[in-house]
């Protein structure tokens, strides 16, 4: 038997995924190693948010499997499900932090709910460390309403890292950000995924992103509804279909794109 350490963290083998009758995407198939940051991209529809909420178990596949660390999410029951779910941390698009709590409590309430065991103080100054591992170190008591766009994603990362995950999924991280945050957000992300040594899953267009951080993606495509490509994006731009060099060749990002 294969240690569990040998084992891709995540495998999705001959996915289905549908809405009832509709079928969004059929027969993806791709490990993602540990310690990479993969990139789930395609055009609008395509079904990217759809397949990270299979990844996260939200969404059961039609067909085929989902394994996180060797394990399928749908063959066993909800606990199972809920303690597989636990492996690792969530950054949804929203950030999802609560308006009436400071950014300490914010992730002081996620690691209460893992860790019940510790004292309030622990958990503060937990919560606190984790802040400033996001940069955010000084703002524990400030209202999500209080700080920028930027920082609301970054407080959403601490609270995603809460609970020392091994595979971060992070849902469009750039949305609503301007370039240089969104950057700088990208230079967080990478620089978490080399000091934790954790697996990053990122659902994103953002060619600086794409280009800047991901290790190897994955390509959907609305109109054959499977996987087009896998793989490192320079690869994909270099040697990819005319679709994939549409996509990862668009607007003035090209050039920059192309060069570095
Ligand atoms: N709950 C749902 N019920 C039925 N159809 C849905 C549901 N959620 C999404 N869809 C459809 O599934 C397809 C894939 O949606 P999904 O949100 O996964 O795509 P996406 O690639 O993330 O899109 P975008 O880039 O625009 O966010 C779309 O056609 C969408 O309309």
Known sequence: MSRPDSIAPIIVRDLSMAYGSRLIQQGLNFEIQRGEIFVIMGGSGCGKSTLLR?????????????????????????????????????????????????????????????????????????????????????????????????????????????????????????????????KNLDELILALRDSLGATVVMVTHELPSIFGIADRAVFLDAKTKTQLALGAPRELLAHGGPQLREFLSRGETEMEASKA
């Open 54 to 182: 299979h990844l996260i178990g939200l969404q059961a596949p039609a067909k085929g499997q989902v394994l996180i660390q060797g394990q399928d999410f749908w063959a066993g029951d909800e606990a199972s499900r809920r303690l597989l779910q636990r492996r690792f941390g969530v950054l949804f698009q929203s950030g999802a932090l609560w308006s009436s709590m400071t950014l300490n409590e914010n992730v002081s309430l996620i690691i209460e709910q893992h860790c019940p065991e510790l004292k309030p103080a622990e958990i503060a100054e937990l919560a606190a460390f984790k802040l400033a591992l996001v940069g955010l170190r000084g703002f524990d008591d400030y209202y999500p309403s209080e700080i920028s766009g930027g920082m609301k994603k970054r407080a959403g990362l601490a609270r995603a890292l809460a609970v020392d995950p091994q595979i971060l999924f992070i849902d469009e991280p750039s949305a609503g950000l301007d370039p240089i945050s969104s």
